[in-house]
C-alpha cells in the first residue's frame, strides 16, 4: 500500500512538472510571436509642414512651419528599404523611423530636417499612421495623438521625439 501511494504522489508531481513545463514553453512562444510580429524595417514618409507656431519663414507646402502635415490626402507611405541619412527626397518630405512602440506611446527617430522647432515638435491635430503601416505591428490603425512633444538630439541628428498614441486592436 505504501509503494502504490508513493507511485501516485510520484505520478501526480510529473504531470504538475510536465504541464508547469508546457506552461513555459507557451509563454516563451508568445514572445518569441510578439517579437516577430513588432520586428519591422523600413522607413515612413509623411509631408511636412504646420503652422503650430508664429512666426515661422520655412517654405514646406503644408505650411511654414516644422511638423507632420496633416491634411486630407497627406497620409504616410512606407518603403522597405531603410532611409539612409543624406539621402534626397522630395520637396517637402519628411522621413522617419518608428524605433518603438508601447501601449500608449510612440518613439519616432526623424531622419531629415523639417519635423522639429527647436527641442519641440507637434501634431495640430491626431495623425493615423494607417492600416498599411499598422498592420505592420499588429494593430489595425496607430493614432499619434495631437499635442506638442520635446525632441531629445541624443545619439540623432534630426532627434527622437516620444508621441501619446492610441492602438486600435
Known amino acids: ?8 504522489l510520484s505520478l501526480i508531481g510529473l504531470t504538475m ?3 508547469k513545463s508546457g506552461e513555459n514553453a507557451n509563454e516563451k512562444n508568445l514572445d518569441i510571436n510578439f517579437e516577430k510580429t513588432h520586428t519591422v524595417s523600413g522607413s515612413i514618409y509623411v509631408a511636412i509642414g504646420t ?6 519663414q520655412g517654405n514646406n507646402p503644408c505650411g511654414p512651419c516644422s511638423g507632420i502635415c496633416i491634411r486630407a490626402g497627406k497620409r504616410p507611405k512606407k518603403v522597405d528599404e531603410m532611409f539612409v541619412i543624406g539621402s534626397p527626397v522630395p520637396v517637402g518630405e519628411g522621413v522617419f523611423n ?7 506611446t510612440i518613439t519616432l527617430e526623424f531622419l531629415t530636417p523639417g519635423f522639429t522647432n527647436g527641442t519641440q515638435t507637434g501634431l495640430s491635430d491626431n495623425f493615423e499612421l494607417g492600416s498599411e503601416i499598422a498592420s505592420s505591428y499588429g494593430y489595425s490603425n496607430i493614432i499619434l495623438n495631437q499635442g506638442f512633444y520635446d525632441v531629445n538630439f541624443t545619439n540623432s541628428q534630426y532627434g527622437k521625439s516620444t508621441f501619446n498614441i492610441t492602438l486600435v486592436p
Open 98 to 104: 518608428i524605433i518603438d512602440i508601447s501601449s500608449n
Open 1 to 8: 500500500m505504501k509503494k502504490i501511494v508513493i507511485l501516485s
Open 17 to 19: 512538472m510536465s504541464f
Open 51 to 56: 503652422y503650430l507656431w508664429s512666426g515661422c
